[in-house]
Every structure is written in structure tokens, then in C-alpha cells.
């Protein structure tokens, strides 16, 4: 008698979109609808015993995400409550978030506050049940065969993959990261805060032929000779090509890379994506997971919330 694999956020959600599909008798939306999700859910073996999943509510409060409870009165009713001073895709993958509490970890719990204390700060069990909504939240808002279709055989740049954000209705953070998961290519994306690396998440293929930036300090400051360093350089969407070396310091002196930036409006905020050409797998020296996600400060969780 086998046993039946684990729910996962990814699991979870790719069921939630064969459902989707049952409900609307038609292809999903790119954009999917999560007011439908909601209402949905309780009739789905995933709502068993729940009546109804309220509407979402704002809440405004700077160190506020997100909030799942219960209702004390009524067990068999749900509520969601989210930070309503950010931006509408931000707002779209809390309340995402959210479902996955609801999906994932209900019988654990009646209440889920998702701030920024218990977000970051928060004992292993804490963050690991945070790490799992947002898989689910980004399986489910950015189906991966879709971007894989949309990515594949496609010269990549950030106004190609801020116009598939915009179709999933998702932060360009957010599609960064994914992209980073499904591409083929050997790519990695870093991502700075007032000048210093927060975090750095690699592709399958980056990571199978070790292809990572060169660590210099602690905390990581943008390398000499990148876009990264340059704060006469705002946005490089088109990207610019350069030696591989000057990032990866394993690279042949042969190897480029295209690197791309983005800032966002005060500039003390940067996404860096390199896309390097390809190379033969080297051998391991650690085993590391398909897609790689180094922390660079000990605050890091999945950073588009």
C-alpha cells in the first residue's frame, strides 16, 4: 500500500487550478481571481467542515502582512485581513498567502498573524509553515507551465519579464523569482538593500555548474565593474554584456554574461539579474538544492511580502 505524498504548497495549489478550470469550464485566467478561490474553497475537499471563508479585509499597520483566523463564535467560518497601505500586487499575494494557511496549516491553529516579527523573527516551525504559504501563493498566482511557456526559446530582458508580472497580476520581485525557478538558462538574481546584498537566488543550471557571485565583504557590496555598483546606472533593462568573471569568479575568462538592473524609486533598493552563457555541469564539491536561495543577512524569508 504506497502513501500518498505529503501536501505541499506546489501540490496544493496545482490541484487548486484543476479545480479552476472545472469551475470556470474554461481555460484559468492569467490573472487568477481570488475572490472565486475564496468562495470556492469550502466546497473543495480542502475546506472540509468549513462553511465559508469571509471576505478579505484591509488593515492599516506598517508591520502588518497578513492575518488568518477563525471565528471564535463560529468555527466553521474563516477570515483573511491584509495589509491594505501596499500596492495591489502585494495586497494579491498576502491574501494568496493567506489561502495557503488555509489550505495547509488550519488544523494546526486558529489563528495565523503573519507580521513582520513573527514573519522574520520567529522560531524554525514559525518560518518554515511562512515558507510553505508563500510556495503556495507563488504556485498558485504564476502557474509554472504557464511561464515556462512564456519564457522558453525567448531572449529574456526585464521588460519581457515585467510584462508577464503584469499578466499575472504579480510584483515584478515576485516573477524575478520565479523566473529563477523554472528558466533553463543559468541565471541569477541578487537583490540589494541600501547598498548591501540581502539575498541571492540561482537557477538549476547555475547552481549544477556553480556559477556564483564572488564574495568580497560581509555584509556583500556590489562587485567593481558591475551595473550593481555604478549609482549612475538606474535601470539596465536591456541589460549589458560583460565577462563572467567580474561576477563569478569560477567562469572562464571566455564566459559572458548579460546583466540587468532595476531600482526602484529611491534607489536604495536594487534587483540584479545576470543571465550567463552556457557551460558544461562541473563536478560537485557540495550538494546544494536545484534552485538555490542564499541568504546574505539572517533576516531573509521569501522577499516579495
Known amino acids: 500500500m504506497t502513501t500518498a505524498p505529503p ?9 487548486l487550478h484543476h479545480w479552476l478550470r472545472a469551475w470556470y469550464a474554461e481555460p484559468v485566467r492569467e490573472a487568477v481571481d481570488l475572490e472565486v478561490v475564496r468562495q470556492m474553497l469550502p466546497s473543495t475537499p480542502f475546506g472540509a467542515g468549513v462553511r465559508e471563508i469571509r ?16 471565528d471564535p463564535t463560529d468555527p466553521a467560518v474563516w477570515g483573511i485581513a ?16 493567506e489561502l495557503g494557511h488555509f489550505v495547509l496549516h488550519r488544523e494546526r491553529q486558529p489563528r495565523f498573524g503573519c507580521d513582520k516579527e513573527s514573519v522574520y523573527s520567529g522560531h524554525e516551525t514559525m518560518r518554515q509553515i511562512e515558507r510553505e504559504a508563500d510556495d503556495f501563493a507563488a504556485n498558485l498566482l504564476m502557474p509554472g507551465d504557464l511561464l515556462r511557456r512564456w519564457t522558453a526559446n525567448r531572449r529574456i530582458d526585464l521588460h ?24 533553463g538558462e543559468r541565471a541569477i538574481l541578487v537583490y540589494w538593500d541600501n547598498g548591501y546584498a540581502k539575498y541571492e537566488w540561482r537557477s ?16 556583500q557590496e556590489p562587485l567593481p565593474g558591475t551595473l550593481a555598483a ?30 540587468f538592473k ?4 529611491a534607489k536604495d533598493r536594487v534587483l540584479t539579474l545576470l543571465l550567463l552563457e552556457s557551460a558544461e555541469p562541473r563536478g560537485w564539491r557540495d550538494e546544494e ?11 531573509g524569508q521569501y522577499p516579495v511580502r
Open 289 to 299: 538544492p536545484a534552485d538555490s536561495y542564499d541568504k546574505f543577512t539572517s533576516t
Open 262 to 265: 532595476h531600482s526602484y524609486g
Open 160 to 183: 519581457e519579464l515585467s510584462a508577464i508580472a503584469q499578466r499575472f497580476q504579480v510584483s515584478f520581485e515576485a516573477l524575478c523569482i520565479r523566473f529563477i525557478k523554472y528558466t
Open 204 to 219: 538549476s543550471s547555475a547552481v549544477k555548474t556553480r556559477a556564483r557571485i564572488r564574495r568580497t565583504d560581509d555584509p
Open 7 to 15: 501536501l505541499t504548497g506546489s501540490i496544493a495549489a496545482s490541484k
Open 55 to 70: 471576505p478579505p479585509v484591509p488593515f492599516d499597520d506598517a508591520a502588518f502582512e497578513g492575518m488568518l483566523a477563525r
Open 230 to 259: 555604478d549609482a549612475s546606472v538606474a535601470q539596465a533593462w536591456e541589460g549589458v554584456e560583460m565577462p563572467a568573471a567580474i561576477w563569478c569568479p569560477e567562469e572562464a575568462p571566455y564566459m559572458k554574461l548579460r546583466e
Open 82 to 97: 491584509y495589509n491594505g497601505s501596499v500596492s495591489p500586487e502585494r495586497q494579491r499575494f498576502t491574501i494568496a498567502h
